[in-house]
T-cell receptor, first 112, second 112 residues
Framework: DTAVSQTPKYLVTQMGNDKSIKCEQNLGHDTMYWYKQDSKKFLKIMFSYNNKELIINETVPNRFSPKSPDKAHLNLHINSLELGDSAVYFC???????????FGPGTRLTVT | KQEVTQIPAALSVPEGENLVLNCSFTDSAIYNLQWFRQDPGKGLTSLLLIQSSQREQTSGRLNASLDKSSGRSTLYIAASQPGDSATYLCAVTSSGYSTLTFGKGTMLLVSP
């Protein structure tokens, strides 16, 4: 069974469009995250949610809006996509924050 | 602000060699440190988690040490194999936060 899953795996879209990435974990964790890996492979935190509540927003543009309908899901919606949004987006989860984090397979977003 | 540095950026060794990957962090107030492996085009696989109160963790041929006071961790890989070829990432969870701060990784190539 997949622990942390993301859909879609690949996403190609044009500038200005709106898109969503979904994340689900079946580990029973209460904290979920979105990370961005840029073209230089550097990973950086975007958001952290604990029990469906936003805990951390690391200076991410307002065009990015995470939503957590329940503890097992954390979706990422991106409005008005820009070329610079092209990256791999990783979802992760942990138990009680600061615990071992488990990562999803990533979603490669390409904005043309 | 926590910063994580990994040295070397790339490493190439023949099969069978023992090797050490280095990680340093600027703020010693951490909850834990995680070592990950990332294969090309893939997600992150957690290798080892060391809590701040621990000195080392072992899993198979991998041994990770932590010296919190000096802000350093090492990942020791014994008897390297071609299947160990990947990028190895070090990440820390700083006290007061639940998110990971990543280094830029060490790209390891083990040749047969």
């Amino acid at each position: 069974d997949t622990a942390v899953s993301q859909t879609p795996k690949y996403l190609v879209t044009q500038m200005g469009n709106d898109k969503s990435i979904k994340c689900e974990q079946n580990l029973g964790h209460d904290t979920m995250y979105w990370y961005k890996q840029d073209s230089k492979k550097f990973l950086k935190i975007m958001f952290s949610y604990n029990n469906k509540e936003l805990i951390i927003n690391e200076t991410v543009p307002n065009r990015f809006s995470p939503k957590s309908p329940d503890k097992a899901h954390l979706n990422l919606h991106i409005n008005s996509l820009e070329l610079g949004d092209s990256a791999v987006y990783f979802c992760a989860s942990s138990l009680q924050g600061a615990g071992e984090q488990y990562f999803g397979p990533g979603t490669r977003l390409t904005v043309t | 602000k926590q910063e994580v540095t990994q040295i070397p950026a790339a490493l190439s060794v023949p099969e069978g060699e023992n090797l050490v990957l280095n990680c340093s962090f600027t703020d010693s107030a951490i909850y834990n440190l995680q070592w990950f492996r990332q294969d090309p085009g893939k997600g992150l696989t957690s290798l080892l988690l060391i809590q701040s109160s621990q000195r080392e963790q072992t899993s198979g041929r991998l041994n990770a040490s932590l010296d919190k006071s000096s802000g350093r961790s090492t990942l020791y890989i014994a008897a390297s194999q071609p299947g160990d070829s990947a990028t190895y990432l070090c990440a820390v969870t700083s006290s007061g936060y639940s998110t990971l701060t990543f280094g830029k990784g060490t790209m390891l190539l083990v040749s047969p």
